[in-house]
Antibody
Framework: QVQLQQRGAGLVKPSETLSLTCAVS????????WSWIRQFPGKGLECIGE???????NYNPSLQSRVTVSLDASKNEFFLTLTSVTAADTAVYYC????????????WGQGTLVTVSS | QSVLTQPPSVSAAPGQKVTISCSGS????????VSWYQQFPGGAPKVLIY???KRPSGTPDRISGSKSGTSATLGITGLQTGDEADYYC???????????FGGGTRLTV
């Protein structure tokens, strides 16, 4: 069964770049979308962006100018970078596998609380 | 503010039935599949229902999903205290071209 394991910094300074990695075990990138989702302190969920096996990406229009999702198939990992962060980017960040472009998420990573603060 | 609308909370007694509604528009629920997720405090969401009505292995058959027009409903029968959690609906939005979610519903048993 596919498992996703996240790692990355939990504290980022304002105006700097958030970087997270999601390692995929017991599965391949083929046939799925590999996504990043965040959950704000008030519970709301927001899709950030995703990438497919061919490197095609799709980003939330509200974040498109600041976000990059990439993957390294040789390492079975995919990545999130979010530039110019502010306090409004403080959230729990999840990686997840999506079944199709318009599909559903399963499984999810364990989540990483990222706090933006000086 | 979430694109999909859910009630903030619902409650029912053990053994009873509860439904959680999710309202959207023609660009999301009305034209695309709905999925439902369960989240316990401190944990990651877990899919309960996908493609409106399908249950992944591990979801008991006392949990069901339905969709009509621009609304969807999650139903749970035979409530147990272990069902206490937050529940979220999600759907692809053809206009925004992202999956959008409801604000979540806290279930109290």
């Amino acid at each position: 069964q596919v498992q996703l394991q996240q790692r990355g910094a939990g504290l980022v300074k304002p105006s700097e770049t958030l970087s997270l990695t999601c390692a995929v075990s017991r599965g391949s990138f083929t046939g799925f979308y590999w996504s990043w989702i965040r959950q704000f302190p008030g519970k709301g969920l927001e899709c950030i962006g995703e990438i497919n096996e061919s490197g095609g990406t799709n980003y939330n229009p509200s974040l498109q100018s600041r976000v990059t999702v990439s993957l390294d198939a040789s390492k079975n990992e995919f990545f999130l970078t979010l530039t110019s962060v502010t306090a409004a980017d403080t959230a729990v960040y999840y990686c997840a596998r999506k079944s199709a472009a318009d599909g559903w998420y399963d499984p999810w990573g364990q989540g990483t609380l990222v706090t933006v603060s000086s | 503010q979430s694109v999909l609308t859910q009630p903030p909370s619902v409650s029912a007694a053990p053994g009873q039935k509860v439904t959680i509604s999710c309202s959207g528009s023609s660009s999301n629920i009305g034209g695309n599949y709905v999925s439902w997720y369960q989240q316990f405090p401190g944990g990651a969401p877990k899919v309960l229902i996908y493609d409106n009505v399908k249950r992944p292995s591990g979801t008991p058959d006392r949990i069901s999903g339905s969709k009509s027009g621009t609304s969807a409903t999650l139903g749970i029968t035979g409530l147990q205290t272990g069902d206490e959690a937050d529940y979220y609906c999600g759907a692809w939005d053809s206009s925004l071209r992202v999956v959008v979610f409801g604000g979540g519903t806290r279930l109290t048993v």
